[in-house]
């Protein structure tokens, strides 16, 4: 009898397609194509806008560390302002997957040249980390001593409410999850003030 249980709860299984097996909402909606993103540090938003300018989805960002300004050279934690590209995705993130944003462009790099620096890069429009172990002290001055048992979700909520990056634009993962299916590659990017 426990055989034939799991043979027509594999059959069943198998047999059902795949939307009806817990399918991200963006598949039932049908959104239409993105033409631009729009970031907003000072609001910490961003939105995806259709060709016409609509915007057709908004979510909560988190910057980086220092975030009022543009960047101007590697390590000061600014996130860039300008018109860039979302040029590449990466699977294979740190974090939950990963945009990459075209920064530095030439203006960056002539600012970066004249003022004796390296203008950085790898700016990303990513998820939560993968690890959480480097940010454990963010949570408690001592860290993993004070809360070994600190789980990723716990380090994540407490990230969602701090500008926490090297510079990258930050999202909860379900967002990045739609975000990466919804974004194709290239498309522009604008972040403002």
């Known amino acids: 009898m426990k055989k034939l249980i ?7 299984i198998v047999s059902t397609p795949l939307f009806a097996m817990g399918t991200s909402s963006i598949e ?6 993105i033409a631009k993103v729009e970031v907003y540090k000072s609001e910490r938003r961003m939105a995806l806008l259709d060709s016409e300018g609509n915007e057709v989805k908004s979510y909560s960002v988190n910057l980086g560390f220092n975030p009022l300004g543009h960047k101007e050279k590697q390590g000061d934690g600014k996130t860039p302002e ?23 462009n030439a203006a960056d790099k002539e600012r970066a040249r004249e003022l004796g620096v390296s203008p950085g890069g790898d700016i990303f429009i ?15 001055p001592i860290g993993a001593w004070l809360a070994p048992d600190m789980t990723n979700e716990t380090i994540h909520s407490f990230l969602s409410m701090l500008d926490w990056t090297n510079g ?4 909860q993962n379900k967002e990045i999850e739609e975000i990466y299916q919804l974004v194709s590659v290239p498309t522009k990017i604008e972040i403002f003030p």
């Open 6 to 12: 799991k043979l027509l709860t594999l059959s069943l």
């Open 28 to 33: 039932k909606e049908e959104l239409p194509k």
């Open 82 to 104: 300008g018109v860039y590209t979302l040029n590449w995705k990466n699977p294979e993130s740190q974090y939950h997957l990963s945009i990459h944003i075209s920064y530095p």
């Open 126 to 140: 990513h998820g939560m980390p993968n690890t959480t172990r480097n940010y454990t002290w963010l949570v408690s």
């Open 168 to 171: 990258c634009i930050a999202v």
